[in-house]
């Protein structure tokens, strides 16, 4: 059986949306919950979507395990995993850490392009890697099972993840920078390591990442899958589009300024262009991804390959990344013996 | 197989406690979580229990489901329930009804002795009964699976709550009024109703609410027990020792003031005797519970009501009562076809 995952999602959620979901066959979609918010903004934001759950039961539910994703198949819903892009939902606490993954988080970002507690963003001009409590929320995370996602940190502080993380961590939405040079992209020493790691990469769709931006091509974006594939291997790569449908343009300025300043910083746009791009004219929704596959195909991936990166790959990794590290609580509770 | 649960202790935790529990050979706990604290405070409460749950987990572990119980009895250890005793951990927020019964509350009192934004408490001079949000909560309650607790309400209310609720609600621990006259306990009118509703009663051995005070006999105790039985049904009687063992009296004012009030209220107790009374010396800790079964066949109930009443009745009531109302979901769904 071949899934459909698509590996970082923000739209302004809706009917519409979830029905677009269903029409693309979309299995599961890991969903930004958090962008600056605090512990109690993000509870805010996970009731908006019990809401979501309570009254669209026949079009999406709350997945918290990797068997969802096979639930949402036999049951022909999608699987909604949550998500931070920053560590702001658990402020200063440790403990937050299992409150969240108790309350369905399943990836954090360390850094949202700033420096944060735990790690500094890509955007900073010093990275200076792993902060103590950085290494500290780290093994918190590979404890219960909460992914470390790296998608906005700077190299040096992902390098340093990927060594000291006891588990695979993620990349879910960025794209080679040899492909296209933006500061979000990931040079090809960090995505061999990230491979080499057993961690993994989810190919992002959002123009300021893409090769000619809003014109790439989908022969280009597949090209520079098979790319990445060889660079991380055919089971580390999916797909991460950080599709934000319907959004206004005041959300990319919260994602960008938050709360951290007075001032507009533009991150990846510019004051000509402080807006959502347009998305690429191949994937305007999700009933655009599965066409996906057949550009994989074209581009040169094998059958398993290009079905790994559509979703069975994500689903693998979701296996292993979102239980409990019972192979270090049996070492831990051995060693106390 | 027959099970011994305590339904409501708050105790001063260690691992002196839970290892005095197995020693006991206690299956489950439902524990206090929450007195006056707002939703992050009581959230900083679980995530004490969750590094206690790490530090002994040969001893105890989180109990979310009925079936953790017999998971305890299989594993040689503990299952610990959680609950507040106040509304006040969803301060003014319906979402957090089902933000609360994800992190594993199982019981939630509407009131605590004062009027709360649900209902009126036992000591108010007004018993105004379920306020408009206290009756959206409780339709939410019933919804997830997260018992109504009625033990410091007072009468109205908790009539309105037995009318009102579509699931039978509990008092976790109290007693007949009719065997000791205490403000907490109650009448034998209202524990008729409760038991016509299905709905269940803890025995406390709380001094203040014990004839003869911390002086009374387990034979007394029993005796109202039986009553109890006569009044509730035999399948509607549990234990609910309210043990605060080892806490400073600087709790139980907390419990009493907690910040409603600048000056002393010294609830069940009084100027003279203002901190926790001596507990009967027939139940001084866990390892005493056990014992009170043959107290119970002398009082004269039989084998399966005196097992029963020391936790195969909590077990039902746990079974029936914890998961999401599947029944009123399904109408619901079935509704909107």
Redesign the interface.
């Known amino acids: 059986m071949n899934f459909l995952i698509d590996g970082l999602q923000y739209a302004n959620w809706s009917e519409k949306i979830f029905r677009q979901m269903r029409a693309g066959g979309v299995d599961a979609v890991h969903v930004t919950i958090a962008y600056h918010e605090t512990?109690?903004e993000t509870?805010?934001n996970?009731?908006?979507w019990?809401?979501w759950f309570e009254t669209y039961?026949?079009l999406i539910f709350h997945g918290r395990t990797a068997a969802d994703v096979r639930v949402a198949r036999e049951t022909g819903r999608t699987a909604i995993f949550f998500g931070s892009q920053n560590p702001s939902c658990i402020e200063d606490?440790i403990?937050?850490v299992?409150?969240m993954h108790?309350?369905?988080l399943r990836f954090m970002q360390l850094t949202y392009n700033n420096q944060s507690l735990l790690a500094s963003g890509c955007y900073e001009d010093e990275d200076t890697g792993l902060t103590r409590m950085g290494r500290a929320v780290m093994a918190e995370m590979n404890r219960v099972g909460l992914v470390v996602d790296m998608s906005h940190s700077g190299e040096r502080s992902t390098f340093e993840a990927i060594a000291h993380s006891t588990r695979p961590i993620a990349i879910t939405h960025a794209n080679p920078a040899s492909w296209h040079p933006a500061l979000r992209n990931k040079s090809d020493a960090l995505l061999r390591a990230l491979g080499e790691s057993g961690g993994f990469l989810g190919l992002s769709a959002y123009p300021h990442h893409l090769k000619d931006g809003s014109a790439c091509t989908l022969q280009s974006w597949c090209d520079m899958a098979a790319f990445a594939v060889e660079l991380v291997g055919p089971t580390g790569v999916g797909i991460g589009t950080d599709l934000c449908q319907d959004q206004p343009d005041s959300i990319v300025e919260w994602m960008r300024v938050g709360r951290w300043t007075k001032t507009i910083d533009y991150g990846e746009g510019s004051a000509d262009a402080p807006g959502f791009p347009p998305m690429p004219d191949w994937f305007r929704d999700n009933r655009d991804l599965a066409a996906i596959r057949d550009g994989l195909r074209a581009a040169g991936l094998d059958q398993t390959t290009a079905d790994g990166v559509m979703g069975n790959n994500w689903l693998t990794f979701f296996e292993q990344s979102f239980g409990a590290d019972t192979a270090q609580?049996e070492e831990a509770?051995r060693a106390a013996e």
Chains 1, 2 share one sequence.
Do not use: A, C, K
Request: aromatic share 4%; hydrophobic share 35%.
């Open positions: 512990f109690r509870v805010l996970i009731e908006q019990n809401r039961p026949d606490d403990g937050l299992e409150v108790t309350l369905g609580s509770r």
